[in-house]
């Protein structure tokens, strides 16, 4: 492997995770202590640009990243948040990997790693020469004949997709030390403290990531284009206003509108709805594959801010749902303690980077 997800590190002081998303660059920075990780330093860069011109954006599954264009941006970010660490573990998005959890029986690792050798080939939808994998046993489990099988995490990203990152942090003076993919981070920060099998649904910008966890592992994925953008080009279309103007409402009103602003519930619900059934299709694909029940809903990303959406995903699966809290597991200054709401769902991801190198 060129370069290993799984990787396992040297003890280290402070780690910094930053996350790059599609309209957003985020950063935290993490002290490791002998009682719990402490937050030393966190960030955010928006972008607003690709509300009017798509293109904007810092990446899409459509488009490609900008490099030098990218690193300027981290480099703005880094010199005004002050941070220290320059060594550093970053997110890949789930549109730019792949993601499998596959079950085969138990056996030593020696025989595991040759294992896999075979059963990535018939997984991967691309040439094994144009891609990095790595995997990771994440349980274990008896089948219906009584045998003992593991479950292992298959994950495959395209070489160019690394060689991307690693050029973007070196021209933003920082070590990239490892990658992972964003569902991976996202897990070890919502659920490490967790033993119930969740169903995190990551909103962005211009994609949500869904994922299984369970104990701080990623279990299962899936993917889709509709998101928190979908919902602002909805209600500017609806309402002919301009999207910029759109975001704003939707983050001053949500889903609570009533009288005159009910308009803004029913222009976004239809669009919500189809991201509840895709996550939707996600949890029951696995509650039958793999025999575990889904017990809880987190939100994160931007999106699990909007007004009135955990209750609404509450009803619509049947299952206790929440905003995402990654600082549940830190210690952090008490200065940030009224912002701690809004910035989870944000931050899950920089969060759960940023204490990678502790696991």
Do not use: C
């Not at 045998?147 to 495959?156: F, G, R």
């Amino acid at each position: 492997m060129a370069f290993g997800f799984f990787k396992k590190f040297f003890p280290v002081k402070s780690s910094l995770g930053i996350d790059i998303g599609t309209a957003s660059i985020k950063l935290a920075e993490i002290k490791k202590d002998s009682a719990q990780p402490e937050l030393l330093n966190y960030g955010i860069l928006e972008s607003y640009g690709h509300l009017e011109r798509p293109n904007s954006a810092i990446q899409t599954s459509t488009l490609k990243m900008l490099d030098r264009e990218t690193a300027e941006l981290l480099k703005i970010l880094l010199k005004n948040s002050g941070v220290k660490s320059t060594d550093a573990v970053a997110a890949l998005p789930a549109f730019s990997s792949f993601v499998a959890l596959l079950e085969m029986p138990a056996m030593s690792g020696k025989d595991t790693t040759q294992a896999m050798q075979f059963q990535a080939k018939q997984y991967i939808p691309l040439p094994i020469s144009e891609v990095t994998i790595d995997w990771l046993k994440v349980g274990e489990r008896q089948d219906a004949k009584g045998n003992s099988v593991q479950q292992i995490l298959l994950v495959s990203v395209p070489n160019e997709q690394i060689e991307k990152y690693k050029n973007i942090f070196k021209w933003a003076g920082l070590n990239l030390t490892a990658l992972e993919v964003e569902g991976l981070s996202s897990s070890r920060a919502l659920t490490g403290n967790n033993s119930k099998t969740a169903l995190i649904m990551d909103i962005g910008s211009r994609s949500t990531a869904i994922s299984i966890a369970q104990s701080g592992l990623l279990k299962f994925s899936g993917q889709t284009d509709f998101s928190g953008g979908s919902l602002t080009q909805t209600l500017a279309a609806g309402l002919n206003i301009r999207p910029r103007r759109a975001e704003d409402l939707k983050k001053q009103r949500g889903l609570r509108g009533t009288g005159g602003e009910y308009e803004l519930s029913t222009l976004m619900l239809p669009i919500l709805d189809v991201i509840i059934n895709e996550a939707r299709r996600v949890k029951e694909n696995y509650e039958k594959a793999y025999n575990d029940k889904v017990e809880q809903v987190i939100l994160s990303g931007g999106g699990a801010n909007l007004l009135g959406v955990a209750p609404y995903v509450q009803e619509a699966l049947a299952l206790p749902a929440s905003k995402a809290n990654p600082f549940s597991q830190l210690r952090y200054p008490s200065g940030i303690e009224p912002f701690v709401g809004e910035l989870g769902p944000q931050f899950s991801v920089a969060i759960g980077l940023a204490m990678k190198p502790f696991q």
